[in-house]
């Protein structure tokens, strides 16, 4: 089992930017690739972001690609999400994954889940 918990979600003004950060424990040797993906009031959850555990490589979802950076940090079994040019479409629940296999750019087949930390995004 893989546990996952986010943080650093909370309120912030259009334009601006937050760091999530999602911290794993457990089985962490067996991960392959982690994800972030997203919920809105009334909408269905969105993949935004996958990095594969290994390589390194990374997908964004073109609603924020060129605002949104994936990374990971093996050492502390943590991956991020930087979000910058915040708008408030951005708003949602983001939740963490993560896998024990599949490719970093595919959002189905997810084993683990965090509990998710709100982003609320002010206009």
């Given at each position: 089992?893989?546990q996952?918990?986010?943080?650093?979600?909370?309120?912030?003004?259009?334009?601006?930017?937050?760091?999530?950060?999602?911290?794993?424990?457990?089985l962490?040797?067996?991960?392959r690739?982690?994800g972030?993906?997203?919920?809105?009031?009334?909408?269905?959850?969105?993949?935004?972001?996958?990095?594969?555990?290994?390589?390194?490589?990374?997908?964004?979802?073109d609603?924020?690609?060129?605002?949104f950076?994936?990374?990971?940090?093996?050492?502390?079994?943590?991956?991020?999400?930087?979000?910058?040019?915040?708008?408030?479409?951005?708003?949602?629940?983001?939740?963490?994954?993560?896998?024990?296999?599949?490719?970093y750019?595919?959002?189905?087949?997810?084993?683990?889940?965090?509990?998710?930390?709100?982003?609320?995004?002010?206009?």
């Amino acid at each position: 089992q893989v546990q996952l918990v986010e943080s650093g979600g909370g309120l912030v003004q259009a334009g601006g930017s937050l760091r999530l950060s999602c911290a794993a424990s457990g089985l962490t040797f067996s991960i392959r690739r982690m994800g972030w993906f997203r919920q809105a009031p009334g909408r269905e959850r969105e993949f935004v972001s996958g990095i594969s555990w290994t390589t390194g490589n990374s997908y964004c979802a073109d609603s924020v690609q060129g605002r949104f950076t994936i990374t990971r940090d093996n050492a502390k079994n943590t991956v991020y999400l930087q979000m910058n040019s915040l708008n408030a479409e951005d708003t949602a629940v983001y939740y963490c994954a993560a896998d024990r296999d599949g490719g970093y750019a595919v959002s189905w087949g997810y084993d683990y889940w965090g509990q998710g930390t709100q982003v609320t995004v002010s206009s």
